[in-house]
């Protein structure tokens, strides 16, 4: 039996302090009825809490932490730049080293910005697009989430989708009515808006692979689709690799599905745990940045030395040969894991994985391809199976509308005793 004492007391010290004593609304664990733990400490694929209370971490952060927690070369690399002081506004080499990595790895890159979030990188991107073509409208589609800048929150994911916010309040009608939010994985719903409102539209943005609507995998042929009818109407594609960029190879999904983005947004993983996000894509594009172009975007600590040293060793052992490799092996086990868990106990639940991210999506029998679909999930039982596993020492993410992820710290022992804590948790649900 584990005790919380020290989490709910500093819980309850924090909602004096933080609007519901949390820095980011899905940390609270509202929607799966229960008060946050408090970590102290992690090592590996481990999460240690104020209660002393252990557990096998498949947040990971929310998908930066690939390679686990204090992975020895992050931590060198980080503890080195200190000793040099930790931020100058002033250009350091380290940014140039990290963007050249990024412009190595990611095929569609030329040139990159190096941001602080996910969300200043994707909507600085929009804004690039915009005075790229000067035209106004913006297309996401349903349940894809890309940060909380005004012009997303419209129909998105993530914690908008798991705390049931239609939008939110504080975004003026004439931002949100630029932005035109339309099925995922419909092809005809794409090219009835192209018919209607192509010649408005200046970008086009998608995760290649929703995971803020829990994994949600592309149809086939639908990101290629989506290139073609978007060069065809001289639209700009946006791909937010946010979550994908490095999580599903070394060149995100644009390699792993072989279609080429004219933007790339970038976090997470590239900052190895510390504040980074990017927006890169060809040179013609990207040179209408400001100070090479007329498109402003700035920011105090942006390449901060810090966060390129964890970002650019995270990014060189990833390029290292067997990662990838790895990590599909020891997902492939847990996907394989949960379904023959869920089909022995006879429980509705559906699997879906791309590479080291993976959704059980429960209540549901048939493939979840749209956000539709997804909000039909069963979501108290997600929120059941969520308090018992963190009664059995797992770590998943307090959302059903989230991915659960693998890192290179995982090893197989630990995702077997995941999957036996996995199947208490389920027996417990009959
Ligand atoms: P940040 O501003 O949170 O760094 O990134 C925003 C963002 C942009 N694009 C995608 C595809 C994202 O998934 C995110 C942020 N992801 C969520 C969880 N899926 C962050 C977790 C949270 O909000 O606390």
Same mark, same amino acid.
């Given at each position: 039996m584990k005790f919380y004492t020290l989490s709910e007391h500093y819980f309850e010290e924090a909602r004096k302090s933080i609007p519901g004593g949390v820095? %980011?609304?899905?940390? &609270?664990?509202k929607s799966v009825g229960r008060n946050p733990i408090f970590v102290e400490r992690g090592m590996g694929a481990y999460i240690y809490d104020a209660d002393g209370n252990e557990y096998i971490d498949y947040v990971c952060s929310w998908g930066p932490m690939v390679l686990g927690h204090c992975h020895p070369e992050v931590q060198g690399a980080v503890a080195e730049a200190l000793d040099g002081g930790t931020s100058f506004g002033i250009p350091t080499w380290r940014e140039v080293e990290l963007a050249e990595k990024i412009v190595a790895m $990611?095929? %569609? @890159?030329?040139k990159v910005r190096l941001v602080n979030s996910g969300t200043e990188a994707t909507m600085s991107a929009i804004r690039l697009a915009r005075g790229f073509t000067g035209r106004k409208k913006i297309v996401k589609f349903d349940g894809?989430?890309?940060?909380?800048?005004d012009s997303f929150? $419209?129909? &998105? !994911? #993530?914690g908008v989708a798991t705390l049931g916010i239609p939008g939110s309040p504080g975004v003026p009608e004439e931002i949100v009515a630029n932005t035109i939010s339309i099925p995922f994985n419909d092809p005809d719903a794409v090219k009835e808006l192209l018919k209607k409102e192509a010649r408005d539209i200046a970008a086009v943005i998608v995760e *290649? $692979?929703?995971?803020?609507?829990g994994v949600v995998p592309p149809r086939e042929g639908f990101l290629e689709e989506l290139r073609n009818w978007t060069r065809e109407h001289d639209i700009l594609l946006i791909f937010d690799? $946010? @979550? =994908?960029g490095f999580r599903?190879?070394? !060149?995100g999904a644009q390699e792993y599905f072989g279609v080429s983005p004219d933007i790339t947004c970038l976090g997470k993983i590239i900052g190895g745990g510390l504040p980074v996000g990017a927006y890169g894509g060809r040179a013609e594009i990207m040179d209408q940045i400001a100070p090479e172009g007329p498109v402003y975007q700035a920011g =105090?600590? %942006? !390449?901060n030395p810090l966060a390129t040293a964890a970002g650019l060793a995270t990014l060189n052992v990833l390029s290292r040969p067997g990662i990838y490799e790895s990590l599909e092996e020891k997902a492939l086990q847990m996907e394989e894991g949960l379904c023959d868990i869920a089909s022995k106990l006879g429980i509705k639940a559906v699997v879906q994985r791309i590479g080291s991210m993976m959704t059980t999506f429960f209540g /549901? /029998?048939?493939?979840?391809?749209n956000f539709d679909q997804a909000m039909a999930s069963d979501t108290e039982m997600y929120g059941a199976f969520f308090r018992n596993m963190v009664e059995l020492g797992i770590w998943i993410? *307090? #959302?059903?509308f989230e991915a659960a992820f693998v890192s290179t710290a995982h090893t197989p022992d630990d995702i077997e005793e995941t999957m036996s804590a996995a199947y208490t948790a389920l027996e417990k649900l009959k």
């Open positions: 820095n %980011s609304p899905v940390r &609270a664990c $990611v095929p %569609s @890159i030329e894809c989430y890309h940060g909380h800048a929150l $419209v129909k &998105a !994911g #993530s *290649p $692979v929703p995971a803020n609507m690799e $946010v @979550i =994908t599903l190879g070394p !060149g =105090t600590l %942006s !390449g /549901q /029998q048939e493939p979840v391809t993410a *307090p #959302s059903q």
